[in-house]
């Protein structure tokens, strides 16, 4: 069987455990909510009454696609295409191309930056493997103008923090949601972990400072992870709507 990504692959490592896919979650719902394109979702209207869902779907097809076999995966890419097909139908005009390419940009960076703040760093082959996982993804997406290989990618990444994103009212009304959602403990821990993850332009859009938290906390989140103590703590930091599928994002790689 022909699969998506292969077996033994350092993306399903990263992917296939719970805790860096809630940091990946993390770090793109602060990054998203600067997205210039972030109106596409308001234009809906599922993004503000469900963010932290609508975020975390996201991520779960990502996921979804990563473990599927190749054909199955591209049945997925074809179906989350179509349904930005039919939004764009509904408007009366197209998605811009380069806000894919945003999307998709997201899943790359926090995929590495959450692995390597969890985990270890990552090698450089490591890293175009992740990359070319993404772009075969986006290449399915039919979007243009991707670039080939990672270190191209890390240019065209750094011209996205510079004229993809702003501060805008959307921004705001996300924050706003989020902490609705999770509440005021789980929303700080949230902006504290977005803090350690986003690049260094994200974070002068939101304001953020560094975050002593989490200086203290990552070395003890991996203890308490190596004591298999990591799902008490996904129980006091997670919504109850979401503990069950948070649990079933662990899969053997």
């Given at each position: 069987?022909?699969w998506?990504v292969?077996?033994?692959s350092?993306?399903r490592?990263?992917?296939?455990?719970?805790d860096?896919?809630l940091?990946?979650?993390a770090?793109a719902?602060?990054e998203?909510a600067l997205?210039?394109?972030?109106?596409w979702l308001?234009?809906?209207?599922?993004?503000?009454a469900?963010?932290?869902?609508?975020?975390?779907?996201t991520?779960?097809?990502?996921?979804?696609?990563?473990?599927a076999?190749?054909?199955?995966?591209n049945?997925?890419?074809?179906h989350?295409r179509?349904i930005?097909?039919a939004?764009?139908?509904?408007?009366g005009?197209?998605i811009?191309?380069?806000?894919?390419?945003?999307?998709l940009?997201?899943l790359?960076?926090y995929?590495?930056?959450s692995?390597e703040?969890l985990?270890r760093?990552?090698?450089?082959?490591?890293?175009?493997?992740?990359?070319?996982?993404?772009?075969?993804?986006?290449?399915?997406m039919?979007?243009?103008e991707?670039p080939v290989?990672?270190e191209?990618?890390?240019?065209?990444?750094d011209?996205h923090?510079k004229?993809?994103l702003?501060?805008?009212?959307?921004t705001?009304d996300?924050?706003?949601?989020?902490?609705k959602?999770?509440g005021?403990?789980r929303?700080?821990?949230l902006?504290?972990?977005?803090k350690k993850?986003m690049p260094?332009p994200v974070?002068q859009?939101?304001?953020?400072?560094?975050?002593?938290?989490?200086?203290?906390?990552?070395p003890v989140y991996?203890?308490?992870?190596?004591?298999?103590?990591?799902?008490l703590?996904?129980f006091?930091?997670?919504?109850?709507?979401y503990r069950?599928?948070?649990a079933?994002l662990?899969?053997?790689?």
């Amino acid at each position: 069987m022909e699969w998506f990504v292969r077996e033994g692959s350092i993306v399903r490592k990263i992917w296939g455990k719970a805790d860096t896919v809630l940091f990946i979650f993390a770090g793109a719902a602060g990054e998203f909510a600067l997205n210039k394109a972030v109106d596409w979702l308001y234009f809906t209207g599922k993004l503000p009454a469900d963010p932290i869902g609508r975020l975390f779907s996201t991520v779960v097809y990502a996921r979804k696609i990563i473990f599927a076999p190749l054909d199955k995966a591209n049945t997925t890419i074809d179906h989350i295409r179509g349904i930005h097909t039919a939004v764009e139908g509904a408007r009366g005009r197209q998605i811009p191309d380069w806000a894919y390419r945003d999307v998709l940009y997201m899943l790359i960076h926090y995929s590495i930056a959450s692995f390597e703040l969890l985990d270890r760093k990552l090698s450089h082959a490591e890293k175009e493997e992740v990359y070319d996982v993404f772009y075969r993804f986006g290449r399915r997406m039919q979007l243009k103008e991707l670039p080939v290989g990672y270190e191209e990618w890390l240019k065209s990444y750094d011209q996205h923090l510079k004229n993809d994103l702003t501060r805008s009212d959307h921004t705001t009304d996300l924050f706003r949601q989020y902490r609705k959602h999770l509440g005021a403990v789980r929303y700080y821990i949230l902006l504290e972990a977005q803090k350690k993850l986003m690049p260094a332009p994200v974070k002068q859009l939101l304001g953020f400072g560094k975050s002593p938290l989490m200086e203290l906390a990552v070395p003890v989140y991996k203890a308490v992870a190596f004591l298999r103590m990591d799902k008490l703590i996904h129980f006091i930091l997670l919504p109850s709507a979401y503990r069950k599928q948070i649990a079933a994002l662990n899969i053997p790689h």
